[in-house]
T-cell receptor, first 118, second 113 residues
Framework: GAGVSQTPSNKVTEKGKYVELRCDPISGHTALYWYRQSLGQGPEFLIYFQGTGAADDSGLPNDRFFAVRPEGSVSTLKIQRTERGDSAVYLC????????????????FGAGSRLTVL | QKEVEQDPGPLSVPEGAIVSLNCTYSNSAFQYFMWYRQYSRKGPELLMYTYSSGNKEDGRFTAQVDKSSKYISLFIRDSQPSDSATYLCAMSRPPSNTGKLIFGQGTTLQVKP
C-alpha cells in the first residue's frame, strides 16, 4: 500500500483480556518496528523484525507481549492478560533497509492503534 | 534520568517567528540524530536526519548537532500555523540499526495566525 496501515485504529478492552494489533507495512519494506507511545511521551521501542525473524525484542516489557511476522510482511503484536498500564498508542513503522546512512533507512510510521484497557 | 531530555512545552509563537527546539542527551555513543513531526492522532513523520555533528538545512528547517555538548537543535524559520504539531527528537547508536530509536518526550508547538 501507499503507507503503513494499522488496525484497529482504536481498541477498548477489559483488564485481563487478550488483544491483537495488526500492522501492514509498505510493500517491499523488509524492516518492521513496533513502538509504544504513552500519553505525553515519545515513542518507546518494543521490537524490530528483519524479514520474518525478530532481530531485536529487547524493548518488550514482559512476557505478556509477543509479536510475529510469519511471511515477512504483515506483523501482529499480541498482548496477553492486558493491564491498565498497557493503555497507549502502539505504533508500527517500516523501512527498506537497516544500518548505515541512507535514505532507505527512513522509518515510515503508521497512525497507530490506540489501546485502552479498562 | 532519561537518556534523551526534551522540554515538553507547550511553546506558543506568532506566525512568522523563528522557533528553536532543543534536546539534550547523556549517551555519547549516539551518532544518528533525527527530528520527527507528529500531528494529533497521526504517526511521527521524519523532518531531518543528521549523522554525527554539524548543521543541515532543508527549506525553512535547520538541524544542528553539537556532540561536545550533547545538544541538538531544530530551528524553524518563518513559522506557519501548519507547523503546529509535536516535535520529537530521536537518536540511535551503533551497533544497532538506525531504526531502533530513542525518542525525547516531544515539544508541543502552536503557531498562532
Amino acid at each position: 500500500g501507499a503507507g503503513v496501515s494499522q488496525t484497529p485504529s482504536n481498541k477498548v478492552t477489559e483488564k485481563g483480556k487478550y488483544v491483537e494489533l495488526r500492522c501492514d507495512p509498505i510493500s517491499g519494506h523488509t524492516a518492521l518496528y513496533w513502538y509504544r507511545q504513552s500519553l505525553g511521551q515519545g515513542p518507546e521501542f518494543l521490537i524490530y523484525f528483519q524479514g520474518t525473524g525478530a532481530a531485536d525484542d529487547s524493548g518488550l516489557p514482559n512476557d505478556r507481549f509477543f509479536a510475529v511476522r510469519p511471511e515477512g510482511s504483515v506483523s501482529t503484536l499480541k498482548i496477553q492478560r492486558t493491564e491498565r498500564g498497557d493503555s497507549a498508542v502502539y505504533l508500527c513503522a517500516s523501512s527498506l533497509a537497516t544500518g548505515g546512512i541512507s535514505g532507505a533507512n527512513v522509518l515510515t510510521f503508521g497512525a497507530g492503534s490506540r489501546l485502552t484497557v479498562l | 534520568q532519561k537518556e534523551v531530555e526534551q522540554d515538553p512545552g507547550p511553546l506558543s509563537v506568532p506566525e512568522g517567528a523563528i522557533v528553536s527546539l532543543n534536546c539534550t542527551y547523556s549517551n555519547s555513543a549516539f551518532q544518528y540524530f533525527m527530528w520527527y513531526r507528529q500531528y494529533s492522532r497521526k504517526g511521527p513523520e521524519l523532518l531531518m536526519y543528521t549523522y554525527s555533528s554539524g548543521n543541515k538545512e532543508d527549506g525553512r528547517f535547520t538541524a544542528q548537532v553539537d556532540k561536545s555538548s550533547k545538544y541538538i537543535s531544530l530551528f524553524i524559520r518563518d513559522s506557519q500555523p501548519s507547523d503546529s504539531a509535536t516535535y520529537l527528537c530521536a537518536m540511535s547508536r551503533p551497533p544497532s540499526n538506525t531504526g531502533k530509536l530513542i525518542f525525547g518526550q516531544g515539544t508541543t508547538l502552536q503557531v498562532k495566525p
